[in-house]
């Protein structure tokens, strides 16, 4: 199993920036990439952007590209998403996942809560 901890959530003003966590503990040897996904109100979860683990190859969705960095820290386990210049779309919440080789993502954090006001 592997556990994921999301932080750094919270309310910010249009054009700022936040910066989420995700924090991994378990089996994490068998992680192959995580991923940060987002949930607004009355819409599907949608792929934000991922992360392999072992190299750090990155991919991103369309709506995100060129405002949120992915990163991974190996020593510290964690997976962040820096956002910058966020718009009130942004507004969702934020979920990352881990998923092993082949595999689905089948490891969720708790989720943690992303407004952008107006």
């Known amino acids: 199993q592997v556990q994921l901890v999301e932080s750094g959530g919270g309310l910010v003003q249009a054009g700022g920036s936040l910066r989420l966590s995700c924090s991994a503990s378990?089996?994490?040897?068998?992680?192959?990439?995580m991923g940060w996904f987002r949930q607004a109100p009355g819409k599907e979860r949608s792929l934000l952007a991922t992360?392999?683990?072992?190299?750090?190859?990155?991919q991103y969705s369309d709506s995100v590209k060129g405002r949120f960095t992915i990163s991974r820290d190996g020593a510290e386990n964690t997976v962040s998403l820096q956002m910058n210049s966020l718009k009130p779309e942004d507004t969702a919440v934020y979920y990352c996942?881990?998923?092993?080789?082949?595999?689905?993502?089948?490891?969720w954090g708790q989720g943690t809560q992303v407004t952008v006001s107006s």
């Open positions: 996942a881990a998923r092993r080789r082949g595999a689905r993502y089948d490891y």
């Open positions: 378990g089996r994490i040897f068998n992680i192959y990439d």
């Open positions: 992360i392999t683990w072992s190299g750090g190859s990155t």
